[in-house]
């Protein structure tokens, strides 16, 4: 990796869970001078368990694996079952230590992962917890940070560069449903399910104990089915919920997807990746939608009252893991009935006429993001109308940023890298964006002008939108595959891409080292591909190779 001089090199990173850390590591290794802040006292967002009221995963002690997806464990503070191998949660230059097998990944083992990454790269020290970015403003070039500690004491740190990874799940989603203010029983949201306890479901602070007639769970936004899937094998445990009659769930959408059978689909060689590469985003979509089909199909025999046979299919909505929630609705302990019509002192009424007496509501609607850290540099701030106005858009905010991780007011020092990516690892996709970040702003790759980033951004959000008027979108930050991994694979100094194509490289691979060629075309994928050629930029790793052959079964 060639080294140049850094100037303005003193950069703040927001936020330290998987993407935080990965840019603060790959910004340190490119030379800048780097400072991680994170509100919380220990790293890894939501995979630290905490019982206040922050976003995390649920108590280790009783948890299922969480889905190694960008927009689910990795990122629903579920412990719904993980779809893919241990192997391909990790970092291009971090293999996963333990059994790299199709195993479920548990919270605590992936906490301890990321704090075992940090250890090795010695980046700990750059990490400053239980510290919260309250306020962002801009004075003269650089950026002002106003911090507020864990007492409640403020102090102001200027920075040359800034990075915002604070993630998704910032505020529970306000449920809208027409009575619910006349409601006389319980209200939750998911977002405050913390753990399960031996006689209870405990939900910020106090417990679900009364004899449950009806539990409905309302799904009304992206997300829930996660939650839900963890929630109500949970219940039905409880000795009130056994006397009681079933649990009932509604608008489970999702498709279903049997524990460990996705990987090959989600994380194929690179011989299919390029394939991919050649087709039109919504071909690959389809191709994806249909493999995903066959193997539900495979696994499960869906009856047709449960109304799952036609799931939308990706970009609209990312798949759910159901084996246990499976077995729940063939034995009949769990039923899934239309969506809420709107809700009377002791009765929701569906949709469908029917009346259900109920004693609690969970509402599971999702997070809203929020770009508001920005102020006046909102990267959501000039919305347009076409995107409120889509049935799909749901409220949400869609950020215009070049290649979903650059500023256009400031885009030589100020970046997002939170879920943007080609893949549906969150690991990966850090790992891949950070990597580019530090090339850009180190220099060794350059943006185009400010007018094609604007006209980059705008297409991309046009396309965002033209899937929003057809449905729901399950993350409006998704990019054009195709053109992102190309783009990043320049921006990093991958060197993967002239290395599967027809070029020069590829044929001299084919060449000098046929072993290698062969097993990266057709070999299982893992992430430390990314870190075996050398072309001048990112630090390659010495034992990436190795790496990726143990990962194929080969010494």
């Known amino acids: 990796m060639t080294q140049k001089k850094i100037t303005r090199n003193k950069v703040a990173v927001c936020g330290l869970g998987i993407a935080g850390i990965s840019a603060v590591k790959n910004l340190t290794e490119a030379g800048f001078d780097v400072t991680g802040f994170e509100a919380s006292d220990a790293i890894g967002g939501l995979w630290h368990y905490t019982e206040d009221a922050r976003t995390s995963c649920l108590s280790s002690k009783l948890c299922h694996p969480l889905l190694n997806f960008r927009i689910s464990p990795s990122f629903y503070p579920t412990d719904t079952r993980a779809l893919g191998r241990r ?3 990790c970092f291009s230059d971090f293999p996963y230590a333990g059994d790299a097998s199709d195993g479920p990944l548990y919270p605590k083992e992936i906490q301890a992962f990321l704090e075992s990454y940090a250890e090795h790269f010695d980046i700990v020290h750059r990490f400053r917890l239980n510290t919260k970015v309250t306020t962002v403003s801009r004075v003269g070039d650089k950026w002002s940070l106003l911090l507020t500690d864990a007492q409640g004491q403020r102090e102001e740190e200027m920075f040359d560069r800034l990075v915002v990874c604070n993630g998704l799940f910032q505020t529970p989603k306000e449920p809208r449903v027409e009575g619910l203010d006349q409601f006389r029983g319980e209200i939750l949201n998911a977002h405050t399910y913390k753990r399960y306890g031996d006689d209870c479901a405990q939900y910020d602070g106090h417990a679900v104990r009364s004899l449950i007639r009806n539990f409905v769970a309302q799904r009304v936004s992206m997300g829930s089915e996660y939650w839900l899937l963890d929630l109500a094998p949970r219940l039905q445990t409880l000795p009130e919920v056994l006397q009681a009659e079933p649990v009932k769930f509604l608008y489970l959408t999702e498709m279903g997807l049997p524990y460990g059978k996705a990987n090959d689909v989600c994380f ?19 191709i994806l939608h249909k493999a995903f089909l066959e193997m539900q199909d495979e696994a499960f025999d869906l009856r047709p009252e449960w109304g ?3 799931a939308p299919a990706m970009p609209h909505k990312i798949p759910i893991i159901g084996d246990e929630f499976y077995d729940l ?3 009949g302990a769990v039923t899934l009935v239309a969506g809420v019509k709107r809700v009377l002192e002791s009765h929701v009424e569906l949709t469908d006429g029917k009346k259900l007496e ?3 509501i969970i509402f599971a609607i999702g997070y809203n993001k929020s770009f508001s850290l920005l102020g006046p540099y909102d990267p959501s701030r000039h919305m347009p ?13 869609l950020a215009r940023l070049y290649q979903g991780i650059f500023s256009l007011d400031f885009p030589d020092s100020l970046a997002y890298s939170e879920t943007v990516g080609p893949t549906l690892s969150s690991s990966i996709n850090a790992d891949l964006a950070s990597m580019a970040l530090a090339q850009v702003w180190l220099g060794a790759s350059k943006l185009p002008s400010a007018s094609e980033m604007a006209k980059s951004a705008d297409a991309q959000n046009q396309m965002v939108i033209s899937i929003a008027k057809e449905g729901e979108i399950f993350d409006p930050s998704i990019v054009n595959t195709t053109e992102w991994t190309i783009w990043a694979d320049r921006a990093a100094g991958l060197g993967i891409q002239d290395r599967i194509g027809y070029g020069w490289k590829s044929w001299w691979l084919w060449l000098t080292d046929y072993r290698l060629y062969k097993t990266l075309l057709d070999g299982k994928f893992v992430p430390q591909v990314y870190r075996i050629f050398d072309e001048g930029k990112r630090k390659p790793w010495k034992g990436a190779r190795e790496s990726f052959f143990k990962a194929n079964g080969m010494s």
């Open 385 to 397: 109308q076409a995107w409120k106005d889509a049935r799909g858009s749901m409220g949400r905010p």
């Open 329 to 331: 609705l063939v034995s």
């Open 87 to 89: 192997d391909t949660f």
């Open 268 to 286: 194929p060689p690179l011989r299919e990746q390029r394939k991919a590469l050649k087709r039109p985003p919504v071909e690959q979509g389809q």
């Open 308 to 310: 799952l046979a036609n």
């Open 358 to 360: 109920v004693d609690a």
